[in-house]
Nanobody
Framework: QVQLVESGGGLVQAGGSLRLSCAAS????????MGWFRQAPGKEREFVAA???????TYADSVKGRFTISRDNAKNMVSLQMNSLKPGDAAVYFC?????????????????WGQGTQVTVSS
């Protein structure tokens, strides 16, 4: 198990950038697939991106080319660089983790969740 704490959310204008960070506890962080989900009001929780222990990545089509996920195993950190933000990107963003190697984009397959951080994009 890892404990996850997100930071970096806030208000940004459309076209701007934000960087979300997630600090993880636990000595097995490097063996986890880490990712980000988001949830907007009245909408289903949505997969955003994931990074596997070998640094392989998966992105939702809606964020490809704009968002970049990365990890620093020495610091137990995972980050999400979000560029060219759109109003449709506004949501609560959750850092997630799954033990081992995973290609999953389904929320229930990630057993570790942070508390979420709000991203607001003004048009």
């Amino acid at each position: 198990q890892v404990q996850l704490v997100e930071s970096g959310g806030g208000l940004v204008q459309a076209g701007g950038s934000l960087r979300l960070s997630c600090a993880a506890s636990g000595r097995t962080f490097s063996s986890y697939t880490m990712g980000w989900f988001r949830q907007a009001p009245g909408k289903e929780r949505e997969f955003v991106a994931a990074i596997r222990p070998n640094d392989g990545t998966t992105y939702a089509d809606s964020v490809k080319g704009r968002f970049t996920i990365s990890r620093d195993n020495a610091k137990n950190m995972v980050s999400l660089q979000m560029n060219s933000l759109k109003p449709g990107d506004a949501a609560v963003y959750f850092c997630v983790g799954a033990s081992g190697f995973s290609y999953s984009t389904r929320a229930f397959e990630y057993g570790n969740w942070g508390q979420g951080t709000q991203v607001t994009v003004s048009s």
